[in-house]
Structure formats: C-alpha cells, structure tokens
C-alpha cells in the first residue's frame, strides 16, 4: 500500500504546476482524498479535498486557483495549481482515508517552490 505524490518544482509567482498523487496496493476512487501542505516552521495546513463522488472542497487561501480531481483509471488524483504565489511554498501532502475501513495513508510529500 503506498501513496506516491509527484509534480513539484519551482516556478516563478503566476504560474501553475500539477500534483499528482498515485496509489498502488489499494483502490483510492473508494478513499476521501486530502491535500495537505506544510512550509517550515509552520503547522500542516489542509488544502483541498475531494471524496469518492468527486466532489471537491477547497481551503479559503486557494479557492479559484487549485482544482482537485480523480481519474479512476489511472487511481490517481490531481491537484493542479495556478496563479501561484510565493506563500504557496511548502511540502504537499497526499493523504486517502477511509474512516469506515479504518484506513488513513500518507505520501511522502513533493515540495513546491515559488519564487522570482
């Protein structure tokens, strides 16, 4: 069971980058799924989340900008991110829960940086 994000970097303010968060060993359409990010020195911060009815929620300091999705294809969710701005910096979190099943996964994080 793992939980793998991808698609950080370093982009200049305004621009846009997309996370992606892959399971494998389980089927993460039947998971919520949250995006959580974390600057140093700073407390976890939730981002986005978006259930097994691809409903989507979203943090005050990202509404209108990050847009969260699934592709159960590809047992994959997306975060893509625009109008970026330097205090989006931090390591993004992946985390699929199922409070029924008693499942709660993590991944490992991918760091994004945006900066001039």
């Known amino acids: 069971v793992q939980l793998v994000e991808s698609g950080g970097g370093t982009v200049q303010p305004g621009g846009s980058l997309r996370l992606s968060c892959v399971a494998s060993g389980f089927t993460l359409n039947r998971y919520g799924v949250n995006w959580f990010r974390q600057a140093p020195g700073s407390e976890r911060e939730w981002v986005a989340g978006i259930n097994s009815d691809a409903h989507g929620i979203y943090g005050d300091s990202v509404k209108g900008r990050f847009t969260i999705s699934r592709d159960k294809a590809e047992n994959t969710v997306y975060l893509p991110m625009n109008s970026l701005k330097p205090e989006d910096t931090a390591t993004y979190y992946c985390?699929?829960?199922?409070?029924?099943?008693?499942?709660?996964?993590w991944g490992q994080g991918t760091q994004v940086t945006v900066s001039s």
């Open positions: 985390n699929a829960i199922d409070v029924r099943l008693g499942a709660n996964y």
